[in-house]
């Protein structure tokens, strides 16, 4: 099979495609014939060996798919439409994956759209629904708003009966976070200001924060009492720290959201997830914006678009 193997750890330019061995699936695992492959930003932070999964190289990175079941593990079929979270392998011609991690695919969800679903989808599901214990009619900003979790945030927020507010980093970038359903969008630079005019004194309940940086104090400040923070992850490339106090005196939580370390030893969890998900899927409140699309030759550009923050919706490869 064809495959984007990582090289050398020296970033997105070290990713060159080869031929590969087919991936042998074990006990419990479907193998399945890639249509696409969603990018993420761990995928990015492979190529640099930053990633708590460190794999020796050369390896094949991809942790989200979109496919055709080609050997079955029970409770699927040959043939069978599928989404799937393979967690490393997925930029492959075929990947195995436990079937715990393999989600049947309505057939009205193109495979584009589905690739971009089972990392996103299911981290921002468990960042709203478990750890930030989101209710309907809550007010939600959200961060990096034009990117695959950002844009996931936003529709699931909304599907959920909450008022998001999004916060993009240019106005080019304005229009997908708007199509990902957000009220209102605000430019990252002079955010709390503007954050203020829309929500006065009172505040957000609560903030979606994949982004880090030197934004994370301003998004506290932007919280009303009891507002909780959800540190998803640091695409800005600093983590940033708290001082405490200002947490003791508004009441306020920040909340960090592990979704890949919680489903370790809850392998049921996932499968779970989507099914809470899937009606909304198949209605289309839930959609993958896709931004990008890359055959597998051009995966360094596809990586460097997130590595720059140049996004604006889901970066997707093609076998």
Same mark, same amino acid.
């Given at each position: 099979m064809r495959a984007v193997q990582i090289t050398e750890l020296t970033?997105?330019?070290s990713v060159r495609v080869a031929d590969a061995e087919?991936?042998?699936?074990? *006990?419990?695992?479907?193998?399945?014939?890639?249509?696409?492959?969603?990018?993420?930003?761990?995928?990015?932070?492979?190529?640099?060996? =930053? &990633?708590? #999964?460190?794999?020796?190289?050369?390896?094949? *990175?991809?942790?989200?798919?979109?496919?055709?079941?080609? =050997?079955?593990?029970?409770?699927?079929?040959?043939?069978?439409?599928?989404?799937?979270? *393979?967690?490393?392998g997925g930029f492959a011609e075929l990947a195995a994956v436990d079937a715990e991690r393999v989600?049947?695919?309505?057939?009205?969800?193109?495979?584009?759209?589905?690739?971009?679903?089972?990392?996103? &989808?299911?981290?921002?599901?468990f960042a709203l629904a478990r750890r930030g214990r989101l209710r309907a009619g809550e007010t939600v900003l959200v961060h990096g708003a034009s990117g695959g979790v950002g844009t996931a945030a936003v529709q699931l927020a909304s599907v959920l009966g909450a008022r998001v507010i999004a916060v993009v980093s240019q106005e080019s970038k304005v229009e997908a976070a708007r199509s990902a359903?957000?009220?209102?969008?605000?430019?990252?630079?002079?955010?709390?200001?503007?954050?203020?005019?829309l929500v006065g004194k009172r505040g957000v309940d609560l903030v979606v924060?994949?982004?880090?940086?030197?934004?994370?104090?301003?998004?506290?400040?932007?919280?009303?009492?009891?507002?909780?923070?959800?540190?998803i992850g640091f695409t800005?490339?600093? #983590?940033?720290?708290?001082?405490?106090?200002?947490?003791?005196?508004?009441?306020?939580?920040?909340?960090?959201?592990?979704?890949?370390?919680?489903?370790?030893?809850?392998? =049921?969890y996932p499968r779970q997830q989507w099914q809470e998900l899937l009606p909304h899927v198949e209605s289309g409140g839930l959609?993958?914006?896709?931004?990008?699309?890359? *055959?597998?030759?051009?995966?360094?550009?596809?990586?460097?678009?997130?590595?720059?923050r140049r996004a604006a919706g889901k970066v997707l490869l093609r076998p």
């Open positions: 970033g997105p330019d087919d991936p042998a699936p074990g *006990p419990g695992q479907v193998l399945i014939e890639v249509r696409a492959a969603g990018v993420t930003f761990p995928d990015v932070l492979m190529t640099r060996g =930053e &990633y708590q #999964i460190k794999p020796d190289p050369p390896f094949v *990175p991809g942790s989200e798919v979109a496919g055709v079941v080609r =050997e079955a593990a029970e409770g699927f079929e040959q043939g069978q439409r599928v989404a799937a979270f *393979p967690g490393i989600f049947p695919l309505p057939e009205q969800v193109p495979f584009d759209a589905a690739a971009g679903m089972p990392m996103n &989808y299911l981290t921002v599901h359903g957000a009220q209102h969008v605000v430019l990252a630079e002079g955010f709390r200001d503007a954050v203020a005019e924060d994949p982004v880090g940086g030197d934004r994370f104090t301003d998004s506290l400040r932007t919280l009303r009492d009891e507002g909780r923070l959800l540190v800005a490339g600093e #983590i940033p720290t708290v001082k405490v106090n200002r947490l003791l005196l508004n009441n306020l939580d920040v909340v960090g959201v592990g979704w890949g370390a919680f489903c370790g030893s809850r392998p =049921e959609r993958t914006l896709v931004g990008s699309t890359h *055959p597998f030759q051009d995966a360094a550009h596809a990586l460097r678009e997130l590595d720059q």
